[in-house]
């Protein structure tokens, strides 16, 4: 089945760091990326949706200068974190739906980074 | 507005046998699909089962089916034959339009518990 790729798995670093997640669909093209962000005993909170070639949307409440995302390709989309601090310490997970037009096809999901700022 | 809520923070059930996941949901939209997915302690999100608004029928995968009423904007999860395995946090989410295009909206989940 479709498989979405995301790395890396874990993320340590100094406060001030900037830090590149990747997220990849394997086997399919994805047009659309979504980029969710989820603290430790809560749901899952969509920051932003990334759009192949063109600027990504961002939710409400989500900086845009922070969380800087490229669509740079239909199977690449890259979530950097610039200037990391141990607020931006969360569990960071993106997914792609494989097949847009169709409906009832479920979003798949990286297996998520797990971002500590120390 | 909370668009999806699941009100019940942790479920507990025996091994072998069916539980049920609340959740209920709050959309102007008349198209719009509902999922489950599971989130074991490793973190990866599993999708286990959809339900569109237009399906005339429950959905069903193996042991995970949905108890889809549409009038009073629930869908619930009936997992049967409860296994160990199924321990881990259980989101509902919904996805307003009908196309992948659209982001999901999640709840606050359930955690369930499965003892021997």
């Known amino acids: 089945g479709a498989v979405v790729s995301q790395h890396p798995s874990w993320v340590i670093c100094k406060s001030g760091t900037s830090v590149k997640i990747e997220c990849r669909s394997l086997?399919?093209?994805?047009?659309?990326m979504f980029w969710y962000r989820q603290f430790p005993k809560q749901s899952l909170m969509l920051m932003a949706t990334?759009?192949?070639?063109?600027?990504?949307?961002?939710e409400q409440g989500v900086e845009k200068d922070k969380f800087l995302i490229n669509h740079a390709s239909l199977t690449l989309s890259t979530l950097t974190v610039t200037s990391a601090h141990p607020e931006d310490s969360s569990f960071y997970i993106c997914s792609a739906p494989q097949q847009a037009l169709i409906p009832d096809q479920p979003q798949h999901f990286g297996d998520g980074t797990r971002l500590s700022i120390l | 507005a909370q668009k999806i809520t699941q009100t019940q923070p942790g479920m507990f059930v025996q091994e072998k046998e069916a539980v049920t996941l609340d959740c209920t949901y709050d959309?102007?939209?008349?198209?719009?699909?509902l999922f489950w997915y599971k989130q074991p302690s490793s973190g990866e999100m599993i999708f286990l089962i959809y339900q569109g608004s237009y399906d005339q029928q429950n959905a069903t995968e193996g042991r995970y089916s949905l108890n889809f009423q549409k009038a009073r904007k629930s869908a619930n999860l009936v997992i049967s034959a409860s296994q160990l395995g199924d321990s881990a946090m259980y989101f509902c989410?919904?996805?307003?339009?009908?196309?992948?295009?659209?982001?999901?909206?999640f709840g606050t989940g359930t955690r369930l518990l499965v003892s021997p």
């Open positions: 990334s759009n192949e070639g063109s600027k990504a949307t961002y």
């Open positions: 086997d399919f093209q994805a047009t659309t």
């Open positions: 959309t102007s939209d008349p198209s719009y699909g």
């Open positions: 989410a919904m996805r307003e339009g009908l196309t992948g295009f659209q982001k999901l909206v």
